[in-house]
Every structure is written in structure tokens, then in C-alpha cells.
């Protein structure tokens, strides 16, 4: 059956000689595999329509969520040039794209908010330079969806409101009496980290007063994906390595 939709391409791969194989966020579909067949010629009119981080309309054959569907046409809506010319917001990207891939392996119903919420991203990272504060309210949206975000309103151990620092292990917030050994965060650290995971991407305007974000805020988040998500990957140990080198 013919389908349009926007999609998002959240990751390309070799697929035959000719083919790609291309992972797909949708408006209407959620997330689908698709078949870009011929694309993978230099002289396919496809081919950069194809590549990796750019929002397009599609026509495809659609088979079935969990089956290969056949791309029929594609036009590039948005490519996200400024993005990508900037080696860290690639490397975020990347990063946001593998997590909605692992999100949308076991979130039913989330996946059309998630196209909603990523495209909102994109537009922030291509249009402006608070790269860090995107990710950060990606990742705790990311962890809202599965359930896992950080309890930011008081000691999760007692429920005090004298916050000393973070713990990965508590769950969040903790005073100093609940724990013995703590990293020493500063308290503006702390409160950012509140913000953030109060915060949507709606309110990333509002948020860039109270900035900057650094990256250990990215980190903390990431920790809390890794370990309660179950999510190792290596476009995080990629964009951690560029964030120590430059
Ligand atoms: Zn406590």
C-alpha cells in the first residue's frame, strides 16, 4: 500500500550492492526500516536524500512495522547544513539517533511525540550553539520516557531538602547525612541539573540564562541511561572523546 509520511533519517546502512538500508523516525509511522533501492549509485537521484540526519517526505510500499518496506520517492525537506559543518552537533546527533533507536525497540505510542521532540532538537542544534543544553534536555526526556529520570526534589533517601550531591545509585538527589562517600558538586551545578530535568526542549530559550551546561551535567544524565537503560553506546564514548580533546 502507498504511504507518505516526514521522516527523519536516524541511520543509513549498506544493504546489496545497489541498496540502502535506512532506519526511519516517522510523523505518522513511528519508526520504520526501509529499503532505498538503486540509492547506493552515484547516479541515484536518491542518493543524498538517503544519507543520515535529513528530514524529507517519503512515498514508500508499506509492508509492516517489523518488516522491510520499499522507499518509492523522497524529497529533502530540511538538510541541517549549519549542524552539519560542526564536528560536536554531528557527534550529538548521532548520539540522539542511536538513543531513539534503542528508546523505540521497546516505547509503544511514544514514537510520534519522539519525531516531534527531534525535530525540535535538530532545528535548536542547526540554528544555535548551546549544543550541550540540547542533549541535555534530550537525554531527560529520553529518561522520562523509560521511566528511569532522576529524582530532583529532595533527598531520595529521606526526603530532606538540604541537597549535598547526586547519586547514581540513590536515584537522584541526596542530602549529606544520607550518604558518607559523595562527589562534591558545586550548587550551581546542582541547580542546573534540577533544571534540566524539569525542563522540556519547549523551554530551551528560558533555560540558556541560567547556563552554561557543562559537560559533567551530560555525563551524570548519560550515567543514569547507561546504568538503569541498559544503553551502552559508542556514539557517546565517540562525542565524550571529542568533548576531552577540544
Ligand atoms: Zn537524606
Known amino acids: ?3 507518505q509520511c516526514r521522516g527523519i533519517i536516524l541511520k543509513q546502512a549498506d544493504f546489496k550492492d545497489n541498496d540502502y538500508l535506512l532506519t526511519i523516525l516517522t510523523d505518522h509511522f513511528g519508526m520504520i526500516k526501509m529499503i532505498a533501492r538503486g540509492a547506493k549509485k552515484a547516479t541515484s537521484k536518491n542518493s543524498y536524500a ?4 535529513i528530514l524529507s517526505d517519503i512515498s514508500f510500499d508499506l509492508k509492516g512495522k517489523d518488516t522491510l518496506n520499499t522507499l518509492k520517492s523522497i524529497s529533502v525537506v530540511k538538510s541541517y547544513k549549519h549542524l552539519k559543518n560542526d564536528l560536536i552537533k554531528i557527534a550529538i546527533a548521532g548520539l540522539m539517533s542511536d538513543i531513539i533507536i534503542e528508546l523505540c525497540r521497546d516505547t509503544n505510542g511514544e514514537e510520534i511525540r519522539l519525531f516531534t521532540y527531534y ?10 550553539d548551546n549544543n550541550l543544553l540540547v542533549l541535555n534536555l534530550f537525554l531527560t526526556n529520553s529518561l522520562k520516557i523509560m521511566g528511569i529520570d532522576p529524582q530532583v526534589d529532595s533527598c531520595c533517601v529521606c526526603g530532606s ?4 550531591t547526586i547519586s547514581l545509585e540513590h536515584g537522584g538527589f541526596v542530602c549529606g547525612k544520607c550518604v558518607v562517600d559523595y562527589k562534591n ?3 550551581d551545578l546542582l541547580k542546573r ?6 525542563a522540556t526542549i519547549d523551554n530551551y530559550k528560558t533555560l540558556i540564562t541560567y547556563g552554561p551546561y557543562e559537560f559533567k551535567i551530560t555525563e551524570i ?3 543514569f541511561l547507561s ?3 541498559d544503553i551502552n553506546l559508542k556514539s557517546w564514548r565517540f562525542l565524550k572523546e571529542l568533548m576531552i580533546t577540544t
Open 1 to 3: 500500500m502507498n504511504e
Open 193 to 198: 541539573f534540577r533544571l534540566v530535568n524539569k
Open 50 to 53: 538517503c544519507s543520515a540526519l
Open 161 to 164: 531538602k538540604k541537597i549535598k
Open 227 to 229: 546504568t538503569y537503560g
Open 185 to 187: 558538586y558545586d550548587i
Open 119 to 128: 525535530s525540535k532538537c535538530l532545528e535548536i542544534l542547526d540554528n544555535d
Open 221 to 223: 544524565l548519560y550515567d
